[in-house]
């Protein structure tokens, strides 16, 4: 058995390839039985975010088990393996168990350290459990990479004052002011009149920092109305207008800087859109959306200015050679959680040879126990039986205990392997290993 992960991330992919790949929560069922239906696939899991869409399995051939993997992701997202493939990533065994850990660290984030990323990592372990794709090595790793995110964010610097994609949003947002304005210094948004488009978890960070930065108030689009006045009661010093979806029109008429944030799977703003509205103002457009809610088109209109979730690598670079720093104290945690993990993982390998020694050596033992009790005759009493036979096992028992426990021990795989190999050929367990 091998466990691999294939993805992309925003390393390996820009967002017109990564929001084809992207899954919402409610066909990952759906996208969850379909890898499982390959007969190589024995468990399987999938973290889908803005930034990267990651396939954990374990397989029973590592290449094969592989190919059923990027047939899935090349089906799902209509892009042939060609066009697929220079963007993706596969890591095998340690690599993929190191890689989890990394990513729920928040190490492989665009923000380093964000906190979001833990919260996906989690919940793609609840998914993969609700939807019954994961046995128990996938479970045990997932659970472990949730507690190393965890443990890594309490016992180092890293989480503290951790920007997210969020923050980086309205960051770009003051430094593309303070460029059209020949300004070198960051600007407070107080003269921006400002929209955001969504009332989910993004936009309540969005709205976090925007009243961090000094904007004077927002206007919150939501196709719920609710679920926005819920969420802009839980800011009572700012003012948030809270309109419905269908008045985006209106804002992008009278806004200076929309951001947008839902989990559309289709771009709510287009050029064609945006041409057929009388503006007078500038517009900025920022859309942390993935799949996009502003269509590249826009990117075609001259009085139009639109960033996507790639353009906030010009923000996160400038403020990550400090957590660089804090990156390194992690490492040394991560390598230890992996570790702890694959001596778990390998110290089952040696669960099916011991099975089956155990079998050998109790089918010898009651053969042995039966020629001598037919010997010994009617004489024998239930007792003495009783008696005969708790002392067979328990000499079975007291020989099984130090090489099972030798077995079972940390150790490489290779010494582990070359051992399992040794018991197996000297108590010829090897023609009943062949199913393993
Ligand atoms: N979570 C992260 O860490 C993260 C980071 C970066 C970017 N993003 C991206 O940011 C976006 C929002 O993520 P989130 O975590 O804030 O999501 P969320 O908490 O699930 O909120 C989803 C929001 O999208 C709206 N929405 C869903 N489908 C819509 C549709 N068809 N048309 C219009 N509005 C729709 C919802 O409106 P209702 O209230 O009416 O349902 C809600 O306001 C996603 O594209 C995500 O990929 C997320």
């Not at 997932?142 to 995110?149: E, I, K, M, P």
């Not at 196709?223 to 009661?233: D, F, G, H, M, V």
């Not at 799977?265 to 041409?275: M, T």
Request: glycine residues 6%; proline residues 3%.
């Amino acid at each position: 058995m091998h466990i691999a992960v294939v993805g992309l991330s925003h390393r390996t992919a820009p967002v017109e390839v990564r929001e084809k790949l992207s899954i919402a929560e409610q066909s990952m069922g759906q996208s969850l039985q379909k890898i499982k239906e390959s007969s190589q696939v024995l468990e399987v899991s999938i973290l889908s975010t803005c930034n990267r869409l990651e396939i954990y399995t374990l397989v029973r051939n590592p290449d094969q088990g592989v190919t059923a993997i990027k047939e899935f992701l090349s089906s799902h997202s209509g892009l042939p393996d060609e066009q697929l493939s220079p963007h993706l990533f596969v890591y095998n065994q340690e690599e993929a168990v190191a890689h989890l850990m990394r990513v729920a660290a928040g190490l492989d984030s665009l923000v380093l350290g964000e906190g979001q990323i833990l919260s996906q990592v989690k919940k793609m372990l609840r998914l993969g459990q609700e939807h019954k794709s994961m046995g128990p090595i996938l479970n045990r790793l997932l659970t472990q990479a949730v507690s190393t995110g965890k443990r890594v964010r309490s016992e180092t610097n890293l989480g503290t004052g951790a920007v997210s994609i969020s923050s980086a949003a309205v960051e770009l947002a003051q430094l593309k002011l303070a460029q059209s304005l020949g300004r070198d210094q960051m600007m407070t948004l107080e003269s921006e009149k400002v929209a955001v488009v969504g009332a989910g978890r993004m936009s309540r960070l969005l709205i976090q920092h925007l009243q961090s930065k000094g904007c004077n108030g927002v206007i919150l689009l939501n196709r719920t109305l609710s679920r926005a006045e819920t969420l802009a009661a839980d800011f009572p010093d700012f003012r948030i207008q809270c309109r419905l979806l269908e008045e985006l029109d209106d804002c992008l008429i009278n806004c200076s800087l929309v951001f947008t944030s839902t989990a559309a799977d289709q771009p709510i703003i287009d050029a064609s859109r945006l041409s057929q509205l009388k503006r007078s103002n500038s517009l900025r457009l920022i859309d942390i959306g993935v799949p996009r809610n502003i269509s590249a088109d826009v990117s075609d209109l001259s009085d139009v200015e639109s960033h996507d979730v790639d353009d906030l690598q010009e923000v996160v670079s400038r403020n990550q050679e400090a957590r660089k720093q804090l990156a390194m104290e992690a490492e040394v945690l991560l390598e230890e959680e992996g570790r702890l993990f694959l001596e778990w993982w390998d110290s089952l390998e040696a669960v099916p040879t011991i099975n089956l020694l155990r079998a050998s050596l109790e089918s010898i033992r009651s053969e042995e126990l039966q020629k001598a009790l037919s010997r010994m005759g009617p004489d024998f009493s239930a007792r003495e039986r009783k008696v005969v036979e708790a002392l067979s096992k328990g000499i079975i028992n007291k020989i099984l205990h130090t090489p099972v426990t030798k077995l079972r021990a940390p150790q490489t795989r290779v010494d582990r392997q070359e051992a399992l190999r040794q018991v197996e050929s000297l108590f010829d367990l090897e023609s009943q290993t062949d199913g393993k």
